[in-house]
């Protein structure tokens, strides 16, 4: 069974940072892309970041371009998302979400078919 359980949101003062990470089971983690996607409350889902199985090619939305790093340890399972000079418009329930198909990257939210439950980002002074 797939799982992907994401931690380390939480409350942060703008200009501030967070890492994100995911815990990933269930599948071979080391061969699919991944991405973090959030959502803002009463807004629709906005895909934020994305990395290959290997970790050598990233994308970036351009709301958080130069401010977030996505990385992955291929060996510990894990995703991450670095956040610096957050703004109140980063708040929003972040999920991490798994590539469809192995080997293949794509920034398309339906191409993402297993997503984890989320972790809340408060920017707020």
């Known amino acids: 069974e797939v799982q992907l359980v994401e931690s380390g949101g939480g409350l942060v003062l703008p200009g501030g940072s967070l890492r994100l990470s995911c815990a990933a089971s269930?599948?071979?983690?080391?061969?699919?892309?991944m991405s973090w996607v959030r959502q803002a409350p009463g807004k629709g889902l906005e895909w934020v970041s994305a990395i290959n199985s290997g970790g050598g090619r990233t994308s970036y939305a351009d709301s958080v371009k130069g401010r977030f790093t996505i990385s992955r340890d291929n060996a510990k399972n894990t995703l991450y998302l670095q956040m610096d000079s957050l703004k109140p418009e980063d708040t929003a329930v972040y999920y991490c979400?798994?590539?469809?198909?192995?080997?293949?990257?794509?920034?398309?939210?339906?191409?993402?078919?297993?997503w984890g439950q989320g972790t809340q980002v408060t920017v707020s002074s």
């Open positions: 269930g599948f071979t983690f080391s061969s699919y892309a």
């Open positions: 979400a798994k590539y469809r198909r192995p080997g293949i990257y794509g920034t398309t939210l339906d191409e993402y078919n297993y």
